[in-house]
Structures are given as C-alpha cells and as structure tokens.
C-alpha cells in the first residue's frame, strides 16, 4: 500500500507551482545564515528537501553567492513606504519587529546590524525546481 506523506500548506504550494507548467523550470532564491564565509552549506531548507526526498520535486542549483539580505531590503523597504526621511529611530523599531519573526536559533546570524542600512551578510542560493511526473499511473 502506497503512504501518501503529510505535507505542509508552503511544500503543497511549491509543488502546486511546480506542476503548474511541467515544460518550464520554477526559479526561486532563499537566503541562510552565513557560518563560514568560504563555504556555503549544503543542502537544502528541510521543506524543500523533505519533497525531493519524496521524489516530489527535481532541485537544480544555479547560483549560490555571497550578499547583503535581499529579505531585509524588501522588509525594510516596505516598512519605510509612508515615511519620507527614516531615521535611525525607525530602524531600530523596524529592526526589533524583524528579528522577532526569525525562527528560534537564527536570531544572531540573520539579525540586522545596529546602524541605519546595515543589513546582514547572507548566502543566497537560486535553485531551479521540476516537479516529478510519475512513471507509472
């Protein structure tokens, strides 16, 4: 008997938009934290490698670079869009709310610095994903 595994609500939609053209390959980008400047580590986010694990998902990485925090300027960015002159006060309300939402244990390494436009250092890989078509129906 085949075991269909229990999938989160974000692995369902990647693999939603995985199927959703099977010619086309999906381009996506993630950062992590930075632990050796030299060498990024492998792998993958564990909800994307639970759905190659389960041969869901085909994972082609194209670019793995070292980078300020594409996350963070977007964040910040929309954080500043109705102020017209940010202040060192408005980052560090911004800064505060934003580490609040980092998951337990990244805290110190996808922080933002103190200053005004400090963003953090990170490893941005972009990945190509297919989704897997069964062989057999």
């Known amino acids: 008997m085949t075991q269909i595994p229990s999938l989160t609500q974000q692995q369902l939609e990647l693999l939603r938009l995985a199927k959703k053209d099977t010619v086309a390959e999906l381009r996506l980008s993630y950062e992590f934290p930075v632990l ?7 792998g993958h986010p564990p909800f994307i490698q639970e759905l190659i694990d389960h041969h869901f998902i085909q994972v ?24 017209d002159y940010p202040s060192q006060a408005d980052w560090d309300r911004w800064r505060q709310g934003f580490i609040s939402q980092l998951g337990e244990g990244f805290e110190s390494l996808m922080a933002p610095g103190k200053r005004l436009g400090q963003f953090t250092k ?5 990945i190509s994903v297919r989704a897997v078509q069964p062989s057999n129906l």
Request: glycine fraction near 2%; charge should be negative; hydrophobic fraction near 30%.
């Open 60 to 83: 082609q990485v194209k670019e793995t670079s070292l980078r300020a925090s594409e996350f963070q300027q977007e964040n910040w960015t929309e954080y500043c869009d109705e102020i």
């Open 122 to 126: 990170v490893w941005i890989r972009e």
């Open 36 to 42: 050796d400047d030299s060498v990024p580590s492998g």
